[in-house]
């Protein structure tokens, strides 16, 4: 009884924090540890000494904001931020204009082959990526691709798709092409959750089925039109895989074509991670506030609204 | 999001640093004694067959020695290099690694690979000067025992030529007179093209003419990427790419093999690998290639430049180096060896005499038209310059992809390109503490 008694209060207080115990140790040990590994990386560098040849002449020495200053400094980054930027201003809203068009379409109550429909859209976004930009990659290729075969038979111009100005729609292509699906989805599903009675209501009062998809379904789905831009402009600050594939077939992307690509090939190719590692801190921190800046003010718009 | 696998490369770089830090405790747990006793090694390499090449040793002279080797396979070239850096790193190497000549600079300078000069007895003997001086720097030290070597040739459809009315340049300028003439006769036909994505070609052609992009003077390292013979260079193909001679299209692409197989490019500066490359690339074609001498800068020289080529190198982080050095010299020394290596992994081997004994006294079969195919190819690799690899290859060869990737997309300066290479090299090189002069 005694012992009991004692150990009890102990138990209890002890409890929620055993609890917690796993996941506090899993997201140390797998988020907060390799982050402020990077971070702290991204702070030292590299110092030889002589030929560098010799046993310990290189070591690892503090660089304080060396590699921020040269990050930032560095045009090669910029550009590729530029180049991202013009490839999601392409990306982005073709590609959920699509997603909502097609959900809309999916939704409305005159489809036929609904179900067979919504998965030969989705079906490109369980192809992987890499996959997708290959096969694509082929499609782009003049002397390989069917496409130009037909141009040609035809007698039509045959733009080439992987320089200048249409490289970046033949890379918005891939992921417009692969993402879609996905994001429709998402769009769909918020869809079918409205409820019957507003349609009814809407139908009472004479509205055509274009003015219940602009005044009451496009609203009602708000949110996750919101959800589906924040995954997008995600994505499409770490574009990577599309640029990487495309770069073997084409003089036009280089390896540093986006920023992440750049921290690839600082780290993987020139075995410098200090550098890659500030790069990989900044385009985090970019991204961190673009997407919730993006978020907080979609938020304020959508509680101004609510207190109208 | 085609893109959410991604997500985490932010991490992810750091990651495998600290996987590797996280492994250092329970890595290389082999065990700690001297060479008694038996010893197992690990040896990563990328080359194809190579697993067969080891269980030769592994049944024969291995198990008289107690020696046990296990074969990892690699993915080939930088990729390799940096995890070879991050296992060092962390302590938990290999015991043996295949590296390219030119990454060898840069393992010894981080401290990756070993000395074994006392280890390797007399397979010096084995290997031509200019092999051999690859794999100790200069030193007094050997960082590797050379496996193959890429002596640089001209490939050409023997057949196409014929019908073109064209000769097998000796010189560079008979090469751009080939190529001229061709497109005259041939509008939608190139002679070959000139590719941005291999920056082992052009560093070949450039020591072919004489360069020399790094060595050393006392405790620093010279680094001339864009001396008068690399300019030479740069300057020759950036003038055919310019009047449309040849095409600037790079090559290992679907539409280059097309290319290639039906006769759009018909000859391609390669090196003694090529009918490997070509058996995939251009099936339709075997029998029809022919190989020759690269051209000349003038027609008194007789030297050429090599492409490729790799050698076994020892970790410091081996805990049986004497073992480890004793796989190295007998896998690209011995007889049996170097035939199995020749059999199973296709290599050309650096040790002279493998070069025209065994599977090298018949030529490959996509050449099977061509009798003394490695005859000649052995007379050529005897030719091949000497070559000056530096501590940062890699960021070198980085800069050669941007920097000529855009000057042949608009047939621009290359001259220009090639200062692009040489600043970011020097300014990597400082920016490492490298006391560099110019």
Known sequence: MTSSRSRKPYGVKGAPYGFLLPATLLFALFFVLPIGYAVWLSFRKVHVSGLGLGAGARREVWAGLENYTQALGDNEFYDGALRVLGYGCIVVPVMLGLALLFALMLDSERVRLAPFTRLAIFLPYAIPGVVAALLWGFLYLPDVSPFYFVLDRLGLPQPDLLDGGPLYLALSNIAVWGGTGFNMIVIYTSLRSIPAEVYEAAKLDGATPLQVALRIKIPMVAPSLVLTFFFSIIATLQVFNEPTTLKPLTNSVSTTWSPLMKVYVDAFGKGDIYSAAAEATLIAVATLVLSFGFLRAANRRSKQEAAQ | ?438
């Not at chain 2, 000796?170 to 939608?188: I, M, N, Q, Y």
């Not at chain 2, 070198?396 to 000529?404: E, G």
């Open chain 2, 1 to 438: 999001m085609p893109h959410t696998k991604r997500r985490r490369l932010v991490t992810t770089v750091v990651a495998v640093s600290l996987g590797a830090t996280a492994l250092a405790a329970c890595g290389s747990s082999d065990d700690s004694k001297a060479d008694s006793g038996p010893v197992n090694l690990t040896f990563w390499s990328w080359a194809p067959g190579m697993d067969k090449v080891v269980d030769l040793w592994n049944r024969g002279q291995g198990k008289k020695d107690q020696i046990t080797v296990t074969f990892k396979k690699q993915a080939s070239g930088d990729t390799l290099v940096t995890k070879i850096l991050t296992a060092h790193k962390a302590k938990s190497g290999p015991d043996l690694v295949q590296a390219e000549y030119q990454a060898l600079p840069t393992l010894v300078s981080n401290g990756a690979v070993a000395d074994i000069a006392k280890e390797i007895g007399d397979a010096r003997s084995d290997f031509a000067d200019g092999v051999w001086q690859q794999v100790t720097l200069g030193t007094d030290a050997v960082y590797a025992v050379p496996q193959d070597i890429g002596p640089m040739m001209f490939y050409y459809r023997a057949d196409l030529f014929k019908k073109y009315g064209l000769t097998v340049p000796t010189t560079w300028d008979e090469f751009a007179g080939t190529a001229r003439a061709l497109k005259k006769k041939a509008p939608d036909v190139d002679l070959t093209t000139f590719s941005a994505n291999d920056s082992g070609l052009f560093a070949g052609l450039a020591q072919q003419a004489g360069a020399k992009w790094w060595t050393t003077s006392g405790d620093k390292w010279k680094v001339a990427i864009d001396d008068a013979a690399t300019q030479k260079v740069a300057r020759f193909w950036g003038g055919l790419v310019k009047e449309g001679a040849i095409d600037n299209q790079p090559m290992y692409t679907p539409a280059w093999n097309k290319a290639l197989d039906t006769g759009k490019q018909i000859a391609w500066v390669s090196a003694v690998w090529a009918p490997g490359t070509l058996t995939t690339a251009a099936p339709d074609t075997k029998g029809k290639w022919a190989m020759a001498p690269l051209p000349q800068w003038s027609a008194s020289e007789n030297v050429t430049g090599s492409w490729g080529g790799s050698s076994t190198a020892v970790t410091t982080d081996s805990k049986h180096q004497a073992a480890a050095a004793e796989f190295a010299a007998w896998l690209n020394t011995d007889g049996d060896a170097l035939n199995a290596l020749a059999k199973e992994s296709g290599i050309y081997p650096a040790a002279t005499n493998a070069q025209t004994s065994g599977a090298f006294t018949s030529p490959p079969e996509y050449f099977s038209n061509q009798a003394d195919f490695y005859t000649e190819a052995a007379k050529i690799a005897k030719t091949t310059a000497p070559s000056a690899w530096g501590p940062n290859v890699n960021v070198a060869y980085t800069s050669f992809n941007d920097a000529f990737g855009a000057a042949a997309k608009n047939k621009s300066d290359f001259v220009t390109a090639l200062r692009t290479m040489q600043d970011a090299t020097v300014a990597d090189m400082k920016k490492q503490g490298f006391e560099v002069s110019r």
